[in-house]
């Protein structure tokens, strides 16, 4: 079975980021074919090994914003070192493709079907939905407060995405 192609190109500029060798990303036939915000998730194991993206685009395509993204997940996620080169055929490779953010309540957020973006004054925190070990609302935004340096009794506006995964 081959690799869906948003996974190929994460693993293809990631690979040659680490080799540092250059990478061309490839164009995507539709439905592939738009921009997004992404956000690549890297796990070795079964363990986060790095995770960063984009919540609106910054690339001029879907499959550029995926190379970027995996290439920030592998060398730019702070809360890990580098992906060293014997550690990529360790990695696997998970691509969140954001749908646009809507403003939203407590009671509208559901910790499995969306992500959450935490902001008071010029702080922010985001968490994608689905994730092992946070069943709730209220865990999504206690996490996304910690993430962006919010206090608990700040007050805070919630939006709210939905997201495809690819893996």
Known sequence: MSDHPLIAIARDALTAHVHREGYS?????????????????????????????????????????????????????????????????????EVSILHAPEPATLAQLDARRYGVIVTSGHRRGVLLPDLEGVDSPEQQIAICRRKGGI?????????????????
Not at 54 to 78: I, K, M, N, Y
């Open 151 to 167: 206090p608990a009794d700040a007050p805070v506006s919630l939006e709210r995405f939905e997201v495809e995964k690819v893996r």
């Open 25 to 93: 990303v490839p164009e995507l036939p539709a439905p592939w074919d738009r921009e997004a915000g992404v956000f690549v998730t890297l796990t070795k194991h079964g363990d986060l090994r790095g995770c960063i993206g984009h919540l609106s685009p910054t690339q001029p395509s879907l499959a550029a914003e995926v190379a970027v993204c995996a290439v920030l997940a592998g060398a730019r996620d702070d809360r890990f070192a580098p992906v060293a080169p014997n550690e990529l055929a360790e990695l696997e490779y």
